[in-house]
Nanobody, 122 residues
Framework: QVQLVESGGGLVQAGGCLRL?????????????MGWYRQAPGKQRELVAS???????NYADPVKGRFAISRDNAKNTVYLQMNSLKPEDTAVYYC????????????????WGQGTQVTVSS
């Protein structure tokens, strides 16, 4: 079994910062891309940022210049540093990882975390 566990969400004032973490654990053979989505109330889930195993990154336009994604491959962990937060960043943030499970190395699947709430007050 594989689990992705997130931490670091919370309530912050506009202009503040938060750092999200997400660690994958279980019978993991390898991890490819990792990243973060978010979903605000009444809106569709949207990609925030992604990072390859080689540390190439991609950001959604609304967060460019404010958020930074990174990962520690040795710890199977992805981070999202969020600076200059705005009320419109309020959402549940979900991490994901494309990975191969030990014993099923030919099949790559995306796994999700349970989500962590980020609330930015004005």
């Amino acid at each position: 079994q594989v689990q992705l566990v997130e931490s670091g969400g919370g309530l912050v004032q506009a202009g503040g910062c938060l750092r999200l973490s997400c660690t994958a654990s279980g019978s993991i053979f390898s991890i490819n891309d990792m990243g973060w989505y978010r979903q605000a109330p009444g809106k569709q889930r949207e990609l925030v940022a992604s990072i390859t195993s080689g540390h190439n990154t991609n950001y959604a336009d609304p967060v460019k210049g404010r958020f930074a994604i990174s990962r520690d491959n040795a710890k199977n962990t992805v981070y999202l540093q969020m600076n200059s937060l705005k009320p419109e960043d309020t959402a549940v943030y979900y991490c994901y990882a494309f990975l191969r499970v030990t014993g099923l190395q030919l099949s790559e699947s995306r796994y999700w975390g349970q989500g962590t709430q980020v609330t930015v007050s004005s």
